[in-house]
């Protein structure tokens, strides 16, 4: 489960290396004398290994990481803020957890007033700047009502919200003051997978806790839905619930990421942390420095990978791209006629391979762009220019999708069809009526709740693809299982409109009605 951190103060320790003697390019480690063991007996004298060596570790080692600690702990410091929570089927939202619901710990502070409930909560960030810019997560920091910086000297200072995009999960708060103590972004020299790093924070309030691994991976793009523009640095030094927002150094002092979420199933560190590259981290918290809002481009668009479907769709194996899944009426796409089951293949001549890339490219342009499309539609290839629309926040674009899980209405007496396991009826208007379908969405109702290889299908969904083409009767979805049967294929691509958004399923096909 992906969690954010509670708040996290991260100062990085550093680092210094000790070179080894080698030979021939191999490590040479201490080793202990042959001999017998059993028998020993008085005060044993282990050697350190070949003379002058003193324990010297192998190169690549580090030997302590208090020298490059002592250099930038002063720019790491503790945010405290006091934040509206909402309730929320007898959980709240704790600061700094993000979107994770939590159960309320016995004897939270806070308070009930005006407005709701209230929370305390802590994190971390560090001084970008000797001015008193601070870089921090956004979910340390939205709708905070008080925010309280300590700094490593012991001082406490009133905060503002200079700005915040909760797109990245960063934000940049300001306390009054000058000649700061700041540590800098590292763009230059990417981090690999296997070099080390190093983590301060205040993980459950205990600051100044100083904390090392490597970066165990990298392009870690789709770990958290709430953040489609960050691919995630994944580390291994240990970050926990008062951690968000740190920073992640590397062995030079430099910050390389800003911690911002685990995988976990306690809540607790278990060896996999989520940072913000720096490369993506720097140029937004410059612009929300200068007071600018952060813009993206927007297709109007719900997209998916295309890989789990590609066989039930009968695509070649080597076939990429981003499944759309649904289009925003009114919004560019629907504007510029694409439609849900279109593979975009191509970006302005440039390959897509994924619906991440898709997103990331798309976000990149300006309100206004010309974005040339290359999309497979019904097995062909076809061009579209669709213009840029800006980016809603996460709110609006949220504010559609909060249908019911399931339609739980009987359906009325219809004449229906068995299917591939399905049964399913010409989408009427009293059907329509009762299930409260879009006008825009045609196809055939599901009038009877799945079962086996169709759980999860209620009555009211209704199939509007199959295949590479539309569905408008029972007949269409009869000559696409035909289609598919015929092809030799076990499953048949289905796109679905549910009461809470489109949905794509490849459907098994059973060996006979």
């Known amino acids: 489960m992906m969690k954010r951190k509670e708040f996290m103060l991260g100062a990085i320790a550093g680092l210094t290396f000790a070179a080894a003697a080698t030979a021939g390019g191999v490590i040479d480690w201490p080793s202990a004398q042959a001999g017998p063991v059993a028998g020993v007996s008085g005060r044993l004298a282990p050697s350190a290994g070949a003379a002058g060596l003193a324990f010297a570790p192998p190169q690549g080692a580090p030997l302590s990481f208090a020298d490059i600690f002592q250099q930038v702990a002063p720019a790491v410091v503790q945010i405290d803020v006091k934040t509206r929570v909402q309730a929320r089927q007898g959980f709240i939202q704790?600061?700094?957890?993000?979107?994770?619901?939590v159960p309320v710990p016995e004897g939270e502070e806070g308070e009930e007033g005006e407005g709701g409930a209230t929370a305390l909560g802590a994190g971390s960030g560090f001084f970008i700047s000797a001015d008193g810019f601070i870089v921090t997560n956004n979910h340390v920091v939205a709708d905070a009502l008080e925010i309280t910086v300590k700094l490593a000297d012991g001082r406490e200072m009133e905060a503002r919200v200079v700005g915040?995009?909760?797109?990245?999960?960063?934000?940049?708060?300001?306390?009054?003051?000058?000649?700061?103590?700041?540590?800098?972004?590292?763009?230059?020299?990417?981090?690999r997978v296997g070099d080390w790093v190093i983590a301060v924070g205040n993980p459950f309030g205990l600051g100044g806790t100083a904390t090392a691994g490597i970066v165990s991976a990298e392009g870690r793009g789709e770990v958290?839905?709430?953040?489609?523009?960050?691919?995630?640095?994944?580390?291994?030094?240990?970050?926990n619930r008062g951690n968000s927002g740190g920073p992640t150094f590397d062995i030079y002092g430099r910050v390389i990421g800003v911690n911002s979420a685990i995988y976990s199933p306690t809540g607790n560190s278990v060896g996999i942390g989520f940072a913000i590259p720096a490369t993506i981290a720097k140029p937004i918290t410059d612009q929300l420095m200068r007071g600018e809002t952060i813009e993206r481009g927007y297709l109007g668009v719900e997209i998916g990978n295309l890989a789990?479907?590609?066989?039930?769709?009968?695509?070649?194996?080597n076939t990429r791209g981003a499944l759309i899944n649904s289009v925003t009426p009114g919004g560019p796409a629907d504007?510029?006629?694409?439609q849900a089951?279109?593979?975009?293949?191509?970006?302005?001549g440039t390959a897509i391979t994924s619906s991440s890339e898709l997103t990331r490219r798309v976000g990149q342009a300006r309100s206004g762009d010309t974005l040339r499309l290359e999309i497979l539609r019904d097995g062909r290839r076809q061009t579209v220019n669709v213009r840029s629309g800006t980016r809603p926040s996460l709110a609006e674009l949220n504010a559609d999708r909060n249908g019911p899980d399931e339609l739980e209405t009987p359906a009325p007496a219809a004449a229906s069809a068995a299917v591939a396991g399905l049964n399913v009826a010409p989408l009427s208007?009293?059907?329509?009526?009762?299930?409260?379908?879009?006008?825009?969405?045609n196809g055939v109702v599901v009038t009877q709740?799945?079962?086996?290889?169709?759980?999860?299908?209620?009555?009211?969904?209704?199939?509007?693809?199959?295949?590479?083409?539309?569905?408008?009767?029972v007949a269409d979805l009869q000559a696409a299982v035909r289609a598919a049967r015929a092809a030799g294929r076990d499953s048949l691509f289905l796109m679905i409109w549910t009461p809470r958004g489109n949905v794509p399923f490849p459907l098994e096909l059973p060996e006979s009605e």
């Open 335 to 338: 504007r510029s006629g694409l």
């Open 94 to 101: 704790i600061p700094g957890l993000g979107a994770v619901p």
């Open 449 to 473: 709740a799945g079962r086996g290889p169709t759980q999860g299908f209620q009555p009211g969904y209704v199939v509007f693809r199959a295949g590479n083409a539309p569905v408008t009767s």
């Open 341 to 348: 089951g279109d593979i975009v293949t191509a970006m302005n």
């Open 429 to 441: 208007a009293a059907l329509r009526q009762r299930y409260e379908v879009p006008a825009n969405i």
């Open 164 to 191: 915040r995009d909760e797109s990245t999960d960063l934000a940049v708060i300001k306390v009054d003051g000058s000649d700061f103590p700041f540590v800098t972004f590292e763009e230059t020299a990417k981090p």
């Open 224 to 239: 958290d839905n709430s953040t489609p523009y960050t691919d995630y640095l994944q580390i291994d030094a240990a970050i």
């Open 308 to 317: 789990p479907f590609r066989e039930s769709m009968g695509l070649p194996e």
